[in-house]
């Protein structure tokens, strides 16, 4: 791990993790070509950039802390329903691994708003997993 990422956890207010082994997990729309290692701080700026994931589960996965959007569009991200999962709270999550949530990210999550996301290459992925292992706090984050 190296110091960008102490520093981040540190911001962040998490403790810090360090994986050596895959990040990812293995799905039926995109299968990775090799072992892959997360990138905290790419993860971050995916979760809150190129991956829209801050717009419903709010900037670095704070509910409370959404982004600035059209009114229409925070109007319908506040009727989802059910509403977006706090990624900050593993007991509230039904997604115990990374298998479940790359399936989840690449093809929707059934009986939620979230939608596919097919744009987010397998490096892309695998730095958004263990940016949210990261926030949620998860001492084992290839899992």
């Not at 293995?26 to 997360?38: A, D, I, Q, V």
């Not at 319908?76 to 059910?82: E, G």
Request: net charge neutral; charged share 25%.
């Amino acid at each position: 791990m190296n110091l960008c990422s102490v520093l981040l956890a540190s911001w962040l207010g998490v403790a810090t993790v360090s994986v050596t082994q895959d990040a990812w997990a293995e799905t039926s729309t995109s299968p990775p070509s090799g072992k892959l290692k997360g990138n905290i701080l790419r993860g971050r700026d995916i979760f809150n950039g190129k991956g829209v994931c801050y717009y419903c589960h709010g900037i670095d996965g704070y509910l409370y802390r959404t982004p600035r959007v059209e009114a229409d569009t925070a109007k319908r991200i506040t009727k989802l329903n059910p509403p977006p999962s706090d990624l900050r709270n593993p007991d509230v999550l039904h997604l115990k691994t990374n298998q479940e949530r790359t399936r989840a990210i690449r093809e929707g999550h059934p009986g939620t708003s979230m939608f596919p996301d097919t744009a987010l290459t397998d490096q892309d992925l695998a730095d958004t997993l263990f940016y949210l292992a990261l926030i949620r706090k998860d001492p084992h984050p290839e899992q």
